[in-house]
């Protein structure tokens, strides 16, 4: 598995050396995520990042403009950025999209679970 490049950015770095090791491979998906496109308004990187109206309200918050660049970000709200995202995203491998109940495996005829096929009465 390879290692992510470390991050350029100067308030990005400071505010991942702040944060506990366990934190720190989710705070470089992040940083990589958003500092891909620095160019990019951060409103419309944060819609891709956090789930519904998560990302105006942490814009909000911070008192910064959807159309702020995330090379304007303080070492302050990156890490105020991450623990919002970190709340709102679910850890990876703990259920999601395909999983039924009581991590069961999916319907194996075809249908989502407690769906049937129409019956054909008389074919």
Request: aromatic letters at 4%.
């Amino acid at each position: 598995m390879s290692r992510p490049a470390p991050i350029s950015h100067a308030p990005a770095a400071e505010a991942r050396a702040t944060l506990p090791e366990a934190e720190s491979a989710a705070f470089d998906r992040l940083a990589h995520a958003v500092l891909a496109s620095p160019t990019a308004p951060l409103g419309a990187l944060l819609r891709s990042q956090l789930p519904g109206t998560a990302g105006v309200r942490w814009l909000h918050q911070e008192n910064l403009s959807p159309t702020t660049r995330p090379t304007a970000l303080t070492g302050a709200q990156w890490v105020s950025l991450f623990r919002c995202w970190s709340a709102a995203t679910p850890v990876p491998g703990a259920g999601g999209p395909g999983r039924g109940k009581k991590g069961s495996r999916p319907s194996t005829h075809g249908h989502a679970p407690g769906a049937a096929a129409i019956p054909r009465w008389g074919q």
